[in-house]
């Protein structure tokens, strides 16, 4: 029976409101097949909510954006499930932005391989709605990209050891379920225009004021 090729993690969080968004960093099992059992699944998920996230991916994020647990998925190349895991953080971790943007608001995080075209490419969307935009340009400053960027690629590294513990080596990779193949991240870039993610809002009720026409 064919094993586990990828380790598929899933940072899980929260809104108002009751929405919830996820960020889903992919790993290759450099010994695949691997035989990941739920119980590692599990681990994994543990050890990644133990992980302190730092203060410049905080930062983007306002007070009511949390993370709150994560997923972990064993899957094999072609997307088979294999072994699942799930763990909620004991204390949500807060963001600390002192501005609120949208729901949809995001900082992307560019993966980059050196596969060309799509299938070397991915993008992290991490959830932006505390960041603070510099008024005349409507852009993030130099400063918090770099910062929010450098927790990003401290954060994937101590994931990619959380998995690793568990599931023996592994590298963080774009997944190409297309091609069915998986390439190695060697590049991590973070732009200063904010991104939008339509899926954020997929499950949540708005309020709308109402006039009648003409007055």
């Not at 910062?147 to 990779?173: D, N």
């Amino acid at each position: 029976m064919a094993g586990t090729s990828v380790i598929r993690t899933s940072i899980l969080g929260t809104m108002p409101g009751g929405e919830v968004w996820s960020v889903n960093p992919t790993f290759f099992c450099l010994d695949e097949p691997a035989d990941v059992t739920a119980a590692e699944a599990l681990a994994i998920a543990t050890a990644i909510n133990s992980i302190t996230i730092g203060t410049g991916l905080r930062a983007i994020m306002n007070p009511s954006t949390a993370v709150v647990g994560c997923r972990v998925e064993a899957r094999d190349s072609d997307g088979t499930l294999r072994a699942l895991g799930e763990h909620t953080r004991g204390t949500p971790v807060a963001g600390t932005g002192t501005t609120s943007h949208p729901y949809q608001t995001s900082m992307v995080t560019s993966l980059r391989t050196s596969h060309p075209g799509g299938q070397g490419r991915g993008r992290l969307y991490w959830p932006a709605t505390g960041v603070t935009l510099a008024s005349a340009t409507l852009r993030v400053d130099s400063t918090t990209t770099g910062q929010a960027l450098t927790a990003v690629r401290q954060y994937l590294v101590s994931i990619t050891a959380a998995v690793a513990a568990s599931a023996g080596p592994v590298v963080l990779c774009v997944w190409s379920r297309t091609g069915t193949a998986m390439h190695t991240v060697n590049t991590v870039r973070m732009g200063d225009v904010l991104d939008t993610q339509r899926r954020r809002r997929d499950s949540l009720n708005e309020a709308y004021t109402e006039l009648a026409y003409p007055a």
